[in-house]
């Protein structure tokens, strides 16, 4: 029994006086720039809120705001995961989908979202690349921009503009078809 305890003793102390050889590693270098392209893509983005299998819940609301059966009403948030496909309809080619959040962030009558999402792409020659989006989307202005602030894969760096046009708007229950004119410049 003193033995063990005698050995215990010994590898406890050894452990507590022993340095831990580690150091913070950083190196700084001199940025060489790469050549830069520019892609263009195209394709809807479909936001469900109603039905059996929406694609956009709501995951918090205000409990002050809002009006009776107003689907988005100020200072709420929805999670969603939104399929992207190649035409307008839900059943053409899915290119992949959009996947974050948006808050509904105007206390006016004009809907305005302040959106943070990647645009994940799961097919064609983009195949596990996404963009990064956070941007501030007026909803009822015809024609709108988006910012893209970064990406990961093939569009690692990148940054650009979504042009955004709604296709269809049921303002009842919030259910949306979005067509995506997406410029970006990356590596």
Known sequence: MARGI???WIVVHSIAI?????QYYSQSKPYEPVKLQETQLHFFLHDTLSGNKPTAVMVARANTTGKPNDPTPFGTTFAIDDPLT???EITS??????????LSSSQDKNLTLVMY????FTSGKFKGSSLSVFSRNP?????R???VVGG???FRFARGFIKVKTNYLNIKNGDAVLEYNVTVVHP
């Open 18 to 22: 022993t340095s831990v050889h580690c």
């Open 152 to 154: 990961r894969g093939m």
């Open 145 to 147: 921009e988006l910012a």
């Open 117 to 120: 999402v990647d645009l994940g």
């Open 93 to 102: 080619q899915v290119v992949g989908n959009a996947q974050g959040l948006y």
């Open 6 to 8: 005698l050995l215990a």
């Open 86 to 88: 190649e035409g307008p």
């Open 139 to 143: 909803v009822m202005e015809g024609d």
